[in-house]
T-cell receptor
Framework: GNSVTQMEGPVTLSEEAFLTINCTYT??????LFWYVQYPGEGLQLLLK?????DKGSNKGFEATYRKETTSFHLEKGSVQVSDSAVYFC???????????FGAGTRLAVHP | EAGVAQSPRYKIIEKRQSVAFWCNPI?????LYWYQQILGQGPKLLIQ????????DSQLPKDRFSAERLKGVDSTLKIQPAKLEDSAVYLC????????????FGPGTRLTVL
């Protein structure tokens, strides 16, 4: 069945460091891929998405490229801020009803 | 535009009791989802409605969980009787009708079963 695997956390970085959170997926067909973020005390928010191979999603300085050959959708940011501290979830949607399948989440802590 | 509303935000019950959660989606969104998020895991879809019909309830424990969406707008999720392993955050989300449309999530209800 469809599944998402993302790197375990927590990831701890200093401000202005480079961030990579790995995400790989298993799916039949051609899924859409998403990164959601959950800030402390808040609900899940869509960060970025890509709907077909080689698409790059981007938002708030974060980027992720849909790599079909490696079944990956790694999240990157060139310079993290303390305000980026949150839990990041990789997810895929496949099939006609837009059902989301999430990874386990990666907690990011950014220190000044 | 108002977001997805959920209530209550927190609930503590004892095992074998019943509990209900309420969700009001974004106005005009035809599709409504209930997810269960156990601590340390990603959300798992329990049930999906399109208007007031169920399109996916394959992971809903139907012996104890039930959900309805009257008139295709707000929805309730019920657990009866609750078990310890039901302790989780219950998330409601909604989206427009399109197959790739963004799902918007509510703040969730944190359930603790003692």
């Amino acid at each position: 069945g469809n599944s998402v695997t993302q790197m375990e956390g927590p990831v701890t970085l200093s401000e202005e460091a480079f961030l990579t959170i790995n995400c790989t997926y298993t799916a039949t067909g051609y899924p859409s891929l998403f990164w959601y973020v959950q800030y402390p005390g808040e609900g899940l928010q869509l960060l970025l998405k890509a709907t077909k191979a080689d698409d790059k999603g981007s938002n708030k300085g974060f980027e992720a490229t849909y790599r079909k050959e490696t079944t990956s959708f790694h999240l990157e940011k060139g310079s993290v801020q303390v305000s980026d501290s949150a839990v990041y979830f990789c997810a895929l949607a496949s099939g006609g009803y837009n059902k989301l399948i999430f990874g386990a989440g990666t907690r990011l802590a950014v220190h000044p | 535009e108002a977001g997805v509303a959920q209530s209550p935000r927190y609930k503590i019950i004892e095992k074998r009791q019943s509990v209900a959660f309420w969700c009001n989606p974004i106005s005009g969104h035809a599709t409504l989802y209930w997810y269960q998020q156990i601590l340390g895991q990603g959300p798992k879809l329990l049930i999906q409605f399109q208007n007031n019909g169920v399109v996916d309830d394959s992971q809903l424990p139907k012996d104890r969980f039930s959900a309805e969406r009257l008139k295709g707008v707000d929805s309730t999720l019920k657990i009866q009787p609750a078990k310890l392993e039901d302790s989780a955050v219950y998330l409601c989300a909604s989206s427009s009708l399109g197959s790739t449309d963004t799902q918007y999530f509510g703040p969730g209800t944190r359930l603790t079963v003692l």
